[in-house]
């Protein structure tokens, strides 16, 4: 499920959505911070999570699935291409690509994750800070180089990801990989967007919205 910047309706609208919505979030503290320039003149408006809510809800049903399987599905052709492009950047903000990874795929890896967990969970950061019922794998790049190259390979240079990816950025490159292995009873992360960054990351932020609006523009954040 590929939803890299955004999810849901267009994106224009919820990028308005989102920049009103961390306006309207600043605090007395906040305000320290002046913005960058990009981020003046932003219309108010009421009730922006809702809205924006409800935009979500309404768009998820619409979200266009590219199925490997189908025999008539044909990435390599320069109008797909440009569908693909529209449906994410125009209209959805987000895709869905099925069967691009094998079930036997999926299962060998599921395997090397269960043998590496008692590895992972020496890291500081291995529990998910806000889902107690999940561990993180960091750092999978690396760690699976050393143990299973052709595994890694099989992962990260899939065809049909990295062409779907090229298609939306211009020409994609792995940052970092993390895998979260849920444990037994625990709650399953539904569909949502990871934007570049936000201000409940990390100490930097200082959980500020203003901080991360004078050292950004509002194209960044896009």
């Not at 994750?113 to 690396?142: M, T, W």
């Not at 444990?183 to 960054?197: A, C, F, N």
Request: glycine share 4%; with cysteine.
């Amino acid at each position: 499920f590929l939803s890299l910047p955004r999810m849901a309706a267009t994106l224009n609208k919820i990028d308005h959505l989102l920049h009103t919505f961390t306006i309207n979030c600043d605090s007395k503290e906040q305000r320290e911070h002046d913005h960058h320039h990009s981020w003046n003149n932003v219309k108010l408006q009421e009730s922006v999570i809702s809205e924006l809510h409800k935009l979500q809800s309404n768009g998820a049903s619409k979200i266009p699935i590219y199925d490997i399987s189908d025999p008539d599905f044909n990435l390599m052709d320069k109008i797909t291409q440009l569908k693909v492009y529209n449906s994410f950047h125009d209209d959805y903000g987000a895709i869905i690509v099925r069967g691009a990874f094998t079930k036997e795929l999926m299962d060998e890896y599921n395997k090397w994750c269960e043998s590496f967990l008692e590895i992972a969970k020496l890291d500081g950061n291995c529990r998910h800070p806000k889902q107690p019922g999940k561990y993180l794998i960091n750092d999978v790049i690396l760690r699976l180089a050393k143990d299973n190259t052709d595994l890694l390979m099989k992962l990260i240079n899939n065809p049909y990801i990295t062409l779907f990816c090229d298609i939306l950025l211009g020409f994609m490159k792995y940052g970092s990989c993390t895998t979260h292995w849920i444990e037994p009873g625990g709650d399953r992360q539904l569909s949502h967007v990871d934007y570049p960054m936000h201000v409940g990351s990390g100490p930097f932020w200082e959980s500020n919205v203003n901080k991360l609006m004078k050292l950004t523009t509002r194209n960044q954040i896009n």
